[in-house]
Nanobody
Framework: QVQLVESGGGLVQAGGSLRLSCAAS????????MGWFRQAPGKERDFVAA???????????YYADSVKGRFTISRDNAKNTVYLQMNSLKPEDTAVYYC????????????????WGQGTQVTVSS
């Protein structure tokens, strides 16, 4: 099991920026994926971004179309932390953002992620 702790959410005006962090601890795998998802009130949990790595291949990064060019996912191996830099935020980015982890390769389907953080609220005012 992997423990995930998110931080960095808050209230920001449209056009502003926030950086979310997800600190991971616990079991590690030779091939892993960590992803960010978000869930707005009354809506499903949607994929935002993911980063995959393994002992035998380069890191791969994936984004939802709605955030491409505005959000950047990255990973600090030494700190076991994944970041989501969010720029040019829009009111429609308002949601609870969750960090998630799975062994193996990338998928955008939330159901395939085993471990989840508690979520952090991001609110973008117009």
């Amino acid at each position: 099991q992997v423990q995930l702790v998110e931080s960095g959410g808050g209230l920001v005006q449209a056009g502003g920026s926030l950086r979310l962090s997800c600190a991971a601890s616990g079991r590690t795998f030779s091939s892993s994926t960590m992803g960010w998802f978000r869930q707005a009130p009354g809506k499903e949990r949607d994929f935002v971004a993911a980063i995959s790595w393994s002992d035998w291949s380069d890191t791969s990064i994936y984004y939802a179309d709605s955030v491409k060019g505005r959000f950047t996912i990255s990973r600090d191996n030494a700190k076991n932390t994944v970041y989501l830099q969010m720029n040019s935020l829009k009111p429609e980015d308002t949601a609870v953002y969750y960090c998630a982890a799975k062994s193996g390769t990338y998928t955008a389907a939330a159901v395939n992620y085993v471990d989840w953080g508690q979520g952090t609220q991001v609110t973008v005012s117009s």
